[in-house]
């Protein structure tokens, strides 16, 4: 084994300071410089993490209150729109109510071969030449007149 007491060098080189012994030579650290470093280290890191913690809070908070603006809205125009169907469904149910009426008069009404089997028996019995009801009694008194000239015919109601 290694015996560190029979190196006559090993025991001057542990006598010796720092400065005086061989290899590099380091500096003697300062145990409170380097705390106080670290410490002035933590604290700007510590101040710049509640200045983002602040800053998203902040966020945070408008986001917030976006959304429930935006939410009363939305929710006002959904109001709406459900209001819209509502009337535009009831418009639409009067509609159909309409479409069935006019469905069921044009099937109460004449087809176009129902108006021309009309219009072919108007064009055989010729209306226009009818006769009123005055006319064939002026021509029945004007007939009656000529068969029998002694006899003066008046209207009906009258005195005889």
Do not use: C
């Amino acid at each position: 084994m290694f015996d560190n007491n029979s190196d006559p060098n090993f025991s001057e080189m542990m006598e010796q300071s720092p400065a005086q012994q061989p290899g590099p030579q380091r500096k003697p650290i300062d145990i409170t410089t380097d705390l106080s470093a670290q410490t002035s280290n933590l604290e700007r890191r510590l101040r710049m993490l509640e200045e983002r913690y602040g800053l998203m809070q902040k966020r945070e908070q408008m986001i917030e209150e976006n959304m429930i603006s935006t939410n009363k809205k939305v929710s006002i125009e959904i109001k709406a729109i459900n209001s819209e169907i509502i009337d535009l469904r009831s418009d639409i149910a009067q509609i159909k109510d309409k479409i069935e009426l006019i469905i069921e008069e044009l099937r109460q009404s004449a087809r176009k071969e129902d108006i021309k089997v009309v219009e072919h028996y108007l064009d055989m019995w010729d209306p226009t030449n009818f006769a009123t009801q005055k006319d064939v009694e002026n021509i029945i008194r004007r007939e009656l007149a000529k068969a029998i000239p002694s006899q003066n015919l008046r209207p009906k109601g009258g005195t005889q």
